[in-house]
């Protein structure tokens, strides 16, 4: 269901750079799968950013996930919505969306992982696997160690995130992660296109 790299737009890392253009980039570059992240935005704000990205995503045969906001997935039209800990259930959330719109949702550690897997959502994400500067109060890192047991506690598609960089990005794989989730490691890159190229290239190795 997964592509491997699922690109995550932080509207905290665009730094001053055009959101509709980093994605068009990134697009460029093969990727096809995007999660819209604004933890600070207004209602109209995160609508409006979902509403621009939508048509070169979907021009492209990508898909987009947007955090946290299953009023803005129906809203928008957009393709899924991904919840935290403390944002509603999967079963909540689809009684907001349509039939076939993704549920996605964060776990920190096995507990949670194993809660998750008992419910509707379509793909869960774990982690983070490495330390991480996208998150002001990050849980604790699990490891490659972690990752490789959380594989064994659910069958549902897993997304590893956190800290992951291209040098990491097929050793995540090799543990038993479908898909990796990268923000700081794609957005903070000189050459995004290039940055990437290289991801798509480990991880399809």
Do not use: W
């Amino acid at each position: 269901m997964l592509p491997r790299l699922y690109a995550i737009l932080d509207a905290e890392h665009l730094n001053g750079r055009p959101l509709e253009g980093l994605c068009e980039t990134l697009l460029g570059a093969g990727v096809r799968l995007f999660q819209y992240r604004d933890k600070q935005g207004a209602s109209r704000r995160i609508f409006e950013a979902t509403a621009s990205l939508l048509p070169m995503i979907h021009a492209a045969g990508g898909r987009l996930i947007v955090n946290d906001r299953a009023d803005v997935v129906l809203v928008a039209g957009a393709d899924g919505v991904h919840l935290g800990q403390d944002d509603l259930t999967a079963e909540e959330a689809r009684r907001v969306l349509k039939p076939g719109q993704i549920v996605g949702r964060s776990t920190h550690d096995l507990e949670q992982l194993r809660l998750a897997h008992t419910s509707t959502a379509d793909y869960l994400a774990f982690g983070p696997i490495f330390g991480t500067s996208s998150k002001a109060r990050p849980d604790p890192a699990v490891g490659l160690d972690g990752l490789a047991r959380a594989r064994q506690a659910t069958s549902k598609p897993l997304v590893a995130i956190g800290g992951i960089t291209v040098e990491d990005a097929r050793a995540v794989i090799e543990h038993g992660a479908d898909a990796v989730a990268v923000i700081a490691g794609l957005l903070e890159a000189p050459d995004l296109a290039g940055r990437a190229r290289e991801f798509l290239q480990a991880l399809d190795e």
